[in-house]
């Protein structure tokens, strides 16, 4: 079946740390692939996707390329700030099933 | 703002009480979900509705229902709620285009004692 597998957590960075959040899938067809991040206490947020191989999805410094060879959709920033403290889900979506399927979700937190 | 909005924020409830989760969105979208999130676990979805009149369960549905009231709306209902049911409840909805995301609403957190 489809699923989708991060790295667990947490991570402990310093602030202005490079960042990588490992996530792989396994998934029939061709399915989009995103990252949403959660701050404490909030809901979940979309922070980029990619819908096809090779796509790269990018914002608020934040990095994913959708590598269809190795199946994984890996999370990455080249400096994080103490703002960056949240939980980070990948996830995946197929047309056919119709539904969003979550990682665990990792829990990264920041030290200034 | 448009967006995805819950009702209750927090609610303690004991076992075997009832009561409904609301969930509405502004964004005109077909497809409505709903999803708890526990420590550890990630978000499971319990039950989702790809348009007005239809649901369908998801991964975890035991001791939830679900009811599609519009386009707009879409409610779960613990009809008599145990221990286990102790979670995070998010409700989301989803637009029609090829890899469009999904909206979440802020979350109702229910603890049954």
């Known amino acids: 079946g489809n699923s989708v597998t991060q790295m667990e957590g947490p991570v402990t960075l310093s602030e202005e740390a490079f960042l990588t959040i490992n996530c792989t899938y396994t998934a029939t067809g061709y399915p989009s692939l995103f990252w949403y991040v959660q701050y404490p206490g909030e809901g979940l947020q979309l922070l980029l996707k990619a819908t096809k191989a090779d796509d790269k999805g990018s914002n608020k410094g934040f990095e994913a390329t959708y590598r269809k060879e190795t199946t994984s959709f890996h999370l990455e920033k080249g400096s994080v700030q103490v703002s960056d403290s949240a939980v980070y889900f990948c996830?995946?979506?197929?047309?056919?099933?119709?539904?969003?399927?979550f990682g665990q979700g990792t829990e990264l937190s920041v030290k200034p | 703002n448009a967006g995805v909005t819950q009702t209750p924020k927090f609610q303690v409830l004991k076992t075997g009480q009832s009561m409904t989760l609301q969930c509405a969105q502004d964004m005109n979208h077909n497809s409505m979900y709903w999803y708890r999130q526990d420590p550890g676990m990630g978000l499971r979805l319990i039950y989702y509705s790809a348009s007005e009149g239809t649901t369908d369960k998801g991964e975890v549905p035991n001791g939830y229902n679900v009811s599609r009231l519009n386009k707009r709306e879409f409610s779960l209902r613990l009809e008599s709620a145990a221990p286990s049911q102790t979670s995070v409840y998010f409700c989301a909805s989803r637009g029609d285009l090829v890899g469009h995301g999904y909206t979440f609403g802020s979350g109702t957190r229910l603890t049954v004692v």
């Open positions: 996830a995946l979506y197929y047309n056919q099933g119709g539904k969003l399927i």
